[in-house]
């Protein structure tokens, strides 16, 4: 079975300091993709990145990296130079081929509080 | 480019009524997921389309039911409601079912059952 492991209930990172947001993950299936989303207080999803289990260099996007470790299972979410915006509720999401549903499974979230 | 929009945005019922949510996506996408986010939690899924004309069940799906219109539409019936449907449920979309497909998510509606 699929799982998604998020050990931080809740961070936080002072204005303008780089944060990592840790994420772990267990799965059987050889080719499958990592994400993360950003669910501000109003709610919605926001998708911000990316990472495929065959993909050997480190997906970014902005101030979003992915640190990826195959072996150690793990895709740690680094967000640079914090900003209040990023305040926010972080999920750690995957998506395995064995699932024919191809559904998300999510991780129970990280509150990050940004702080001025 | 309204991306996946859901109707309505709150809604309260009281046990045993009836109601449906809609959703609707302008991307062309083929696959469409409904999904319910209880407190403290991530997202679990309840039924999913892998493409029109297709439905199936996921994760928790009892006590709904869904209906794939067409492609731009993916609804979500709860025949009789009970508390513990109380929830915020998403409508997802994505281009299909590959793992390198992200979802597109709708604004939610934030459901209230008494």
């Known amino acids: 079975a699929q799982k998604i492991t998020q050990t931080q209930p809740g961070m936080f990172v002072q204005e303008k300091e780089a944060v990592t947001l840790d994420c772990t993950y267990d799965t059987s299936d050889q080719s499958y993709g990592l994400f993360w989303y950003k669910q501000p207080s109003s709610g919605e999803m926001i998708f911000l990145i990316y990472?495929?289990?065959?993909?050997?260099q480190n997906a970014t996007e902005g101030r979003y990296s992915l640190n990826f470790q195959k072996a150690r299972k793990s895709a740690n979410l680094v967000i640079s130079a914090s900003q209040l915006g990023d305040s926010a509720m972080y999920f750690c999401a995957m998506r395995g081929e064995a699932d024919s549903s191809y559904k998300l499974i999510f991780g129970s979230g990280t509150r990050l509080l940004v702080r001025p | 480019n309204a991306g996946v929009t859901q109707t309505p945005k709150f809604q309260v019922l009281k046990t045993g009524q009836s109601m449906t949510l809609q959703c609707a996506q302008d991307?062309?996408?083929?696959?469409m997921y409904w999904y319910r986010q209880d407190p403290g939690m991530g997202l679990r899924l309840i039924y999913y389309?892998?493409?029109?004309?297709?439905?199936d069940k996921g994760e928790v799906p009892n006590g709904y039911n869904v209906s794939r219109l067409n492609k731009r539409e993916f609804s979500l019936r709860l025949e009789s409601a009970a508390p513990s449907q109380t929830s915020v449920y998403f409508c997802?979309?994505?281009?299909?079912?590959?793992?390198?497909?992200?979802?597109?998510f709708g604004p939610g509606t934030r459901l209230t059952v008494l």
């Open positions: 389309s892998a493409s029109e004309g297709t439905t």
């Open positions: 990472q495929g289990s065959y993909d050997e």
């Open positions: 991307m062309n996408h083929n696959s």
């Open positions: 997802a979309s994505s281009r299909g079912q590959g793992t390198y497909n992200e979802q597109f």
